[in-house]
Nanobody, 124 residues
Framework: AQLVESGGGLVQAGGSLRLSCVASGFTFSGYGAAWFRQAPGKEREFVAEISWSGDSTHYADSVKGRFTIARDNAKSVLYLQMNNLKPEATAVYYC??????????????????WGQGTQVTVSS
């Protein structure tokens, strides 16, 4: 089982990026999923999560109104649309999937999957 992120890169402040996370080796549609990010020297922090059906979402206050999490269960893909990016969004972004809630922090367990991360750099 694995998750593979893509879509990161260098963007100017105010710009947009869309991250993708492709799941394989497990039934993605049966799991909640989330995005986290980790800046150098900082802890991994919650960005957004989405229920297995896509009906429920939660966002960190710092990204509300600018980021949108979505999923396509038919394609086993998780997305994060990031608009009006700010320099403080610079971090490695990770996707995760599991049967837990993620808004209260990252979960590490044999039944929780993590991707390898994709770098997002926002220049001022």
């Amino acid at each position: 089982a694995q998750l593979v992120e893509s879509g990161g890169g260098l963007v100017q402040a105010g710009g947009s990026l869309r991250l993708s996370c492709v799941a394989s080796g497990f039934t993605f549609s049966g799991y909640g999923a989330a995005w986290f990010r980790q800046a150098p020297g900082k802890e991994r922090e919650f960005v957004a999560e989405i229920s297995w059906s896509g009906d429920s979402t939660h966002y960190a206050d710092s990204v509300k109104g600018r980021f949108t999490i979505a999923r396509d269960n038919a394609k086993s893909v998780l997305y994060l649309q990031m608009n009006n990016l700010k320099p403080e969004a610079t971090a490695v972004y990770y996707c995760t999937a599991g049967t837990y809630t993620f808004y209260d922090g990252p979960k590490y367990s044999p039944d929780v999957y993590w991707g390898q991360g994709t770098q997002v750099t926002v220049s001022s």
